[in-house]
């Protein structure tokens, strides 16, 4: 009974842990709906610019907003400084109840405001007020401009984004108001306006005013008045000049930069094409047949390998081992560890090493020399994080090969690193191009880095080009050309004859396909016809050594075969006793039969690969880091005025 009233209070207990989860994780996501949704629009954004006598531009921005959805506590401005020399005397205020109520300067509090300077200069403007939701209210930015009219012999000028680029709300109305230093006549006057669509009309006091409606989010009014020269006081700002040089030769710079970088782009990839086709495309060869069904010339697998695909892998270094142990040199033994209730089972392998005397070409003794040292017997785990040093060498010395037999002038793997060099150089000069001409001509237009990335482009495709420079001779193009004629045969091999008619030849074909990365598929086909087993590999049989026996004058059938009596070291793994096992009594062990060691061989491949190239783990290290008179003087055409930058509220 008492069991049972826990279970029930228990019950209870999760229901009500589990309601108040829920009720929690609905308010969290109302919240971030509700953030998610704020909303608002200006029905009005108004801006006065009144040039003052000594140069000077008041600006009065006014701002009414209507907030539709979320709670909003702050507005802010960035106002760009890049064409103007400073802006002072701030002011904000908003109209509470028909009166204006100015902020407190440097005050983070309610009705008060901030300011501070970004990393791009910009004069950045913060103002709180109490949390608000679906009200309106009006916002007034006052400031002086200094240094920002501009001044021409042909004309002086208010040039300003009125209305910011960067408002993420639409603008119902707008009027942008100029007001000169003093009344002109209209035909004095020079008036534009970029961005959206605007009217221009005309005040009693000489103001040229410009109205829009309906603007979108982040869309921008840019307006420009120019009045006549010597009316007020002061010289052409700082800024000034360079910013007419750029709006000046920015679209020289930018149609010359970017021809030159489009030719670059076009010709550069080209020049690299032809680059190849002339010094790395392998010269043409006669006809030759579709496959060849047996190997074409004696070149041991892993050169053969090396030869077709110009590099000297790790599967060609694999394709060793196998080809020395189909010649005797070498053996591999299989152990399958049990494991307790099958935890902890797999499978071990073990080299052997039988004749040395096999291994005649450089690449082979290094190999030997590489997995038994001064040993006659190895566990393939033992050569783990040793091995992979050794690599280096057996790459070198199966290039020499190449070289040596005439398939290639030198050594491919150093031509493909002297291109890639001259790539990565190639490189590193376009990206120093493309900085400096940022550096020198970004200011006039951004086109002006057109050649550099053009140049990093064919640098690119310079390196992706390099790996196939190498070129063979002539004799190494049509030897290649019948080893990729044998290489086609085995891929298909299955569909031409009967594949039982030449399983007696798995064990020469099987260095080949490892050396193609056909091992897989060739094990796997030549396993369904009940193949024999490599001669060189399997479990030691007691009584028999691994795999098969090791004479073979006889027991195949009556016949005598052309394998080597590859020989092997005395006691149980030289094959004592008795005569040649029956595939019956060889296959309760291990098989003796391709498709009963199938695994076991496979298996063995794919971990040769990881372990032969696994190295160390890395050390911890640490470590202590114009024109007057009907244009503008400066120049026409918008984007060259102050002010602008972003509005918005949170």
Not at 498 to 518: I, R
Not at 574 to 591: F, H, I, K, N, R
Request: hydrophobic fraction near 35%; charged fraction near 20%; include cysteine.
């Amino acid at each position: 009974m008492k069991l049972y009233q826990e279970i029930e209070h228990s019950k209870k207990l999760f229901f009500w842990l589990g309601l108040g989860l829920l009720l929690l994780a609905l308010a969290g996501s109302m919240d971030v709906t509700q953030a998610q949704e704020k909303t608002l629009y200006w029905q009005r954004y108004d801006v006065e610019l009144v040039v003052q006598p000594n140069s000077d531009i008041l600006v009065e921005e006014t701002q009414q907003i209507a907030f539709t959805g979320g709670s909003f506590s702050f507005g802010f401005a960035a106002i760009p400084q890049d064409r103007v020399e400073q802006i002072v005397d701030l002011q904000v205020s908003e109209i509470i109840g028909g009166s204006e109520r100015p902020y407190t300067p440097n005050s983070d509090s309610d009705y008060g405001f901030t300011t501070s300077t970004s990393d791009k200069g910009d004069l950045e403007i913060s103002w709180y007020f109490p949390s608000t939701r679906d009200s309106e209210h009006t916002y007034i930015l006052r400031y002086r401009v200094v240094g920002g009219l501009r001044i021409y012999q042909g004309g002086d000028q208010v040039w300003w984004k009125a209305v910011p680029p960067d408002h993420n709300f639409p603008i119902r109305e707008s009027r942008v108001t100029v007001i000169p230093p003093q009344t002109f006549p209209k035909d004095q006057l020079v008036v534009a306006s970029y961005g959206v669509p605007a009217n221009i009309a005309y005040g009693d006091r000489g103001e040229v005013i410009f109205t829009a409606e309906n603007i979108p989010a982040d869309e921008e009014l840019e307006v420009r008045v120019q009045f006549p020269h010597g009316v007020v006081q002061g010289s052409p700002p700082a800024w000034q000049a360079s910013d007419d040089r750029r709006r000046q030769w920015g679209p020289v710079v930018g149609l010359i930069f970017g021809a030159l970088g489009a030719a670059i782009l076009l010709g550069g990839p080209g020049l690299v094409y032809l680059l190849w086709y002339k010094r790395g495309r392998d010269l043409p060869t006669g006809v030759v047949p579709e496959y060849i069904s047996e190997p074409p010339g004696d070149l041991p697998a892993p050169v053969a390998g090396a030869l077709i695909d110009e590099k000297a892998d790790l599967q060609d270094i694999i394709a060793t081992i196998t080809d020395l142990g189909r010649r005797g040199a070498l053996r591999m033994e299989e152990q399958k560890k049990e494991g307790f209730l099958g935890i902890g089972s797999g499978r071990e392998y073990t080299f052997h090493l039988v004749d040395e005397s096999k291994a005649t070409r450089a690449y082979e003794k290094t190999l030997l020399k590489g997995i038994f040292g001064n040993k006659t017997e190895r566990r393939m785990a033992d050569l783990r994080q040793r091995f992979y040093t050794h690599i280096p060498t057996l790459q070198k010395e199966l290039y020499d090969e190449l070289v040596r037999a005439g398939f290639f002038p030198s050594d491919p793997n150093a031509t493909r690193r002297k291109w890639i060099g001259l790539g990565v150089v190639a490189l590193i000069v376009s990206v120093v191009v493309s900085c400096g001409l940022l550096v020198a001509l970004g200011d006039y237009s951004a086109l002006a880095i057109c050649p550099g990335l053009a140049l990093l482009a064919s640098a690119l495709g310079l390196i992706f080009v390099a790996p196939h420079m190498p070129r063979k001779t002539q004799q190494g193009a049509e030897e290649a050309a019948k080893w990729l004629a044998f290489k086609r045969y085995l891929q298909t091999i299955e569909k031409h004859g009967d594949l039982a008619e030449v399983k007696d030849k798995f064990e020469e074909f099987l260095p080949y396909g490892v050396a193609f990365g056909l091992e897989r598929s060739l094990i796997n086909k030549f396993k369904a016809v009940d193949t024999p087993a490599p001669t060189w590999w399997g479990p030691v049989y007691p009584g028999y050594g691994y795999g098969y026996p090791h004479h073979y004058g006889g027991g195949w059938g009556g016949a005598s075969t052309s394998r080597p009596d590859v020989g092997g070291p005395p006691g149980p793994l030289a094959g004592e006793g008795g005569g040649m096992p029956t595939l019956t009594g060889m296959s309760e062990g291990v098989g003796a039969s391709l498709a009963g060691m199938s695994d076991g061989l496979g298996a063995m491949l794919s971990s040769a690969s990881s372990t032969l190239t696994s190295t160390p783990p890395p050390q911890a290290s640490s470590s202590s880091g114009g024109w007057s008179g009907g244009g503008f003087s400066g120049g026409g055409g918008g984007g060259g005025g102050g002010g602008g930058g972003s509005r918005g509220f949170g």
